[in-house]
T-cell receptor, first 113, second 115 residues
Framework: GDSVTQMEGPVTLSEEAFLTINCTYT??????LFWYVQYPGEGLQLLLK?????DKGSNKGFEATYRKETTSFHLEKGSVQVSDSAVYFC????????????FGTGTRLKVLA | NAGVTQTPKFQVLKTGQSMTLQCAQD?????MYWYRQDPGMGLRLIYY???????DKGEVPNGYNVSRLNKREFSLRLESAAPSQTSVYFC??????????????FGEGSRLTVL
């Protein structure tokens, strides 16, 4: 069945450091891929998405490219801020009557000033 | 601009007690979902409702029941709580069509502890 694997956290970085959070997936066909972010005490919210191979999703300085050949959707940001401290979830989505998501286990990011 | 509202935010139960988590959305979405979030396991789908009047099991439905009361409201019931149901529960909604089709909108979560 479908699955999503994320790198284990926590990830601790200094402000302005470069961020990469790895995400790989296993799926048949061509699912859409997502990154959701969960700030402390809140529900998840969409960060970015890509719906087909080679698409690049971007938002708030974060980017991720849908790589079908490596079944990956790694999240990157060139310069992190303290306000980026959160838990990041990679997910894939299929449509079967309704939209169904498979989430990764989440990666906690802590950015130090 | 409420979005998705869950109640209660915190609850402590004893083993065997029952309770209902309430969820309401004001975005006129057709689909609603209940997830549980556990450390090291991400989010797992408990039940979902593709549209008013329908409900279906997700990945981990055992020990839960749901009711899609109307288009706005989707409740999750624990009939006889067990310690394994200690978790953070999230309600979410989405629309099938439109610019934000398929995007999940989440509530703030309900933290449940079963002793």
């Amino acid at each position: 069945g479908d699955s999503v694997t994320q790198m284990e956290g926590p990830v601790t970085l200094s402000e302005e450091a470069f961020l990469t959070i790895n995400c790989t997936y296993t799926a048949t066909g061509y699912p859409s891929l997502f990154w959701y972010v969960q700030y402390p005490g809140e529900g998840l919210q969409l960060l970015l998405k890509a719906t087909k191979a080679d698409d690049k999703g971007s938002n708030k300085g974060f980017e991720a490219t849908y790589r079908k050949e490596t079944t990956s959707f790694h999240l990157e940001k060139g310069s992190v801020q303290v306000s980026d401290s959160a838990v990041y979830f990679c997910a894939l989505r299929r449509f079967s009557g309704t939209y169904k998501y498979i989430f990764g286990t989440g990666t906690r990011l802590k950015v130090l000033a | 601009n409420a979005g998705v509202t869950q109640t209660p935010k915190f609850q402590v139960l004893k083993t065997g007690q029952s309770m209902t988590l309430q969820c309401a959305q004001d975005m006129n979405h057709n689909s609603m979902y209940w997830y549980r979030q556990d450390p090291g396991m991400g989010l797992r789908l408990i039940y979902y409702s593709a549209s008013e009047g329908t409900t279906d099991k997700g990945e981990v439905p055992n020990g839960y029941n749901v009711s899609r009361l109307n288009k706005r409201e989707f409740s999750l019931r624990l009939e006889s709580a067990a310690p394994s149901q200690t978790s953070v529960y999230f309600c979410a909604s989405s629309e099938v069509q439109g610019v934000a089709a398929g995007e999940l909108f989440f509530g703030e979560g309900s933290r449940l502890t079963v002793l």
